[in-house]
């Protein structure tokens, strides 16, 4: 089992570029989500799933867009990428909301 | 008052040592508690889950006080290994999502 992966592992953009961060578990978990961790700010809900076609806002949504058009896949999108989403992306999944699994993480810089 | 707060640290022990760190939560409602570690530039893996006075794995131990509304986490016998942060989160219930502490860093030291 693979569990959680995340592509890209590094990315730079450029404000206003577009991009898309993939996540894929093995485990066949209903619920995934996408968090961001900034120093002194711990972790933050961007957006989560609980099942294929389902999506919901989290704590800090704007900015992002997100699909689970699969169940093994949750895409995150940034389609105007600000200075402000230079973080460290993390997807998680998980059986319930309670007991996550994370992936390797995405570490996004935007110049 | 945060809804998760933790002392940041650095808690730094000599190898062996034990060490306890403190998490407190506000809501009074709360269902269910969780340690994860995170190593640095690594992501938070799940440690030990709490779901009534306290659970047990090992080294580690964690310990329930409702009526004073915190968790602890103790380490015994303290492995250079165990240098993480580690995070408090918490399951507030009526199926809103887990609110996560800001972590309390352990630095075991040889």
């Known amino acids: 089992n693979a569990g959680v992966t995340q592509t890209p592992k590094f990315r730079v953009l450029k404000t206003g570029q577009s991009m898309t961060l993939l996540c894929a578990q093995d485990m066949n978990h209903e619920y995934m989500y996408w968090y961001r961790q900034d120093p002194g700010m711990g972790l933050r809900l961007i957006h989560y799933s609980v099942g294929e076609g389902t999506t919901a806002k989290g704590e800090v949504p704007d900015g992002y867009n997100v699909s689970r058009l699969k169940k093994q896949n949750f895409l995150l999108g940034l389609e105007s990428a600000a200075p402000s989403q230079t973080s460290v992306y993390f997807c998680a999944s998980g059986l319930s909301h309670y007991e996550q699994y994370f992936g390797p993480g995405t570490r996004l810089t935007v110049t | 008052r945060k809804e998760v707060e933790q002392d940041p640290g650095p808690f730094n022990v000599p190898e062996g040592a034990t060490v306890a760190f403190n998490c407190t939560y506000s809501?009074?409602?709360?269902?269910?508690f969780f340690w994860y570690r995170q190593d640095c530039r690594k992501e938070p893996k799940l440690l030990m889950s709490v779901y009534s006075s306290g659970n047990e794995d090992g080294r580690f131990t964690a310990q329930l006080n409702r009526a004073s509304q915190y968790i602890s986490l103790l380490i015994r016998d303290s492995k250079l290994s165990d240098s993480a942060t580690y995070l408090c989160?918490?399951?507030?219930?009526?199926?809103?999502?887990?609110?996560w502490g800001l972590g309390t860093s352990l630095a075991v030291n040889p």
């Open positions: 989160v918490v399951n507030p219930g009526n199926n809103r999502k887990l609110i």
């Open positions: 809501n009074s409602a709360s269902q269910s």
